[in-house]
């Protein structure tokens, strides 16, 4: 089948949302469907995505996540995109992701009412807007927002990757019947253990003989790390060997001068943005991995990377990361540093548990997690729908 996605994000960035809808891109294509991406004009182009780009403004440069009134003023131009390539392209399904995504969409159902469409949710948009503080809790806007998400989520049949959100959908209104959790994945081929590359090591400055502790993603407050370099600067009063290693944006010079201020500028190795496909030899570096994640709602796309590599991984206790992980990692207390730090001095005082945990996740992450399993869940509703 012909399928048009609707992404309305700089893709392709090197980051979560980005890696899901890569990954299933790809899961896609090897069942057989040719695909066209309608995306912004930022972003780099990805080997064997067939990309449509739209105009962009000259002073727009955001390639973090989060809510942008420039994005607003974006949409007509990725909308005419999408439509002109529905005309070339003819696709019998149209896919699109985020909210926005979804509002293209629907207006794209106006010229094209016979063929399929599905919006792909990966969060909730009015949490996301009071995460990076778009708004006030409870203002006119916050309500005007709420309105529109649920407006939104009962415009189309809904894929979506955890249990979480399927009840949040449901509190939206939406139909068990239009919702199907199809879960989140991660490439076990390309994330895999692998041996320790002593020259990458030497060239960061990272030594084998200590504990090492990994993080990879946003440098964002809703991301709760805040709370985990608070962890990472208790951990290191106690294990003052401990080496501490953040992959990610942006913010980098906020939170070195937070680890100044902590004490511990010269523990934590930031590595800035890394090419996804250059991400596993980096986790190989470490033993132990943290997913500080704060918000109730959204998935948590590192986990899965983690759990694949078979690191060991420790996170906050929240619904969506006990649904990724199982009993494949430990989790502390939500939202508490002090437990945080507890669980990662844990794993570095028990490294054979800390292997035990992370085979465990491995094997999870094989059986139940592969993206060749996501693509054919989304296959099957798009067979049935």
């Not at 012909?2 to 294509?29: N, S, W």
């Not at 995504?101 to 599905?118: N, Q, R, T, V």
């Not at 006119?140 to 529109?148: P, Q, T």
């Amino acid at each position: 089948m012909k399928i048009l996605m609707i992404a309305p994000t700089p893709f392709f960035a090197d980051r979560g949302c980005h890696v899901r809808i890569y990954e299933e891109i790809k899961a896609l294509q090897q069942i057989g469907h040719e695909i066209i991406l309608c995306t912004y004009s930022l972003g780099k182009d990805m080997p064997g995505v067939k990309t449509a780009r739209c105009f962009n403004f000259p002073w727009y440069r955001k390639l973090t996540a989060g809510p942008s009134y420039t994005k607003i003023f974006l949409l007509p131009f990725l909308t005419y995109t999408t439509i002109i390539t529905a005309i070339k392209f003819n696709p019998e399904i149209v896919h699109a992701f985020l909210p926005e995504g979804a509002m293209i969409a629907k207006i794209s159902k106006i010229f094209f009412p016979k063929k399929k469409y599905f919006y792909d949710m990966q969060g909730s948009l009015a949490g996301e807007c009071l995460q990076h503080k778009f708004f006030k809790p409870g203002s006119l806007r916050h309500k005007a927002m709420s309105w529109l998400e649920r407006k939104i989520s009962l415009w189309f049949f809904v894929i979506t990757q955890s249990k979480n959100l399927v009840k949040h959908l449901k509190s939206l209104g939406v139909p068990a019947g239009k919702i199907a959790n199809v879960k989140d994945g991660v490439d076990t081929n390309i994330f895999q253990p692998l041996d320790y590359d002593k020259n990458l090591a030497n060239q960061l400055g990272v030594d084998k003989n200590k504990p090492r502790v990994i993080y990879m993603g946003l440098l964002e407050k809703y991301q709760g790390v805040d709370l985990m370099f608070e962890a990472f600067a208790a951990v290191a009063k106690q294990k003052r060997k401990t080496q501490f290693i953040v992959i990610g944006y942006p913010n980098i010079k906020k939170y070195q001068q937070i680890c100044r201020d902590l004490g511990i500028e010269d523990r934590v190795k930031f590595l800035g943005k890394i090419d996804y496909s250059l991400v596993p030899k980096y986790l190989a570096l470490a033993s132990v991995a943290v997913a500080p994640k704060i918000s109730r709602s959204e998935g948590d796309g590192k986990l899965y990377n983690y759990m694949a590599m078979g690191l060991a991984v420790v996170t906050f206790n929240r619904s969506v990361s006990r649904e990724i992980l199982g009993d494949a990692g430990i989790y502390a207390e939500f939202g508490s540093a002090s437990d945080l730090t507890k669980k990662i001095i844990w794993f570095i005082d028990h490294p054979a548990k800390a292997k035990q945990f992370g085979r465990k996740a491995r094997q999870r992450a094989i059986s139940e997690l592969s993206w060749k399993a996501v693509g054919k869940r989304i296959n099957q509703v798009y067979l049935k729908k």
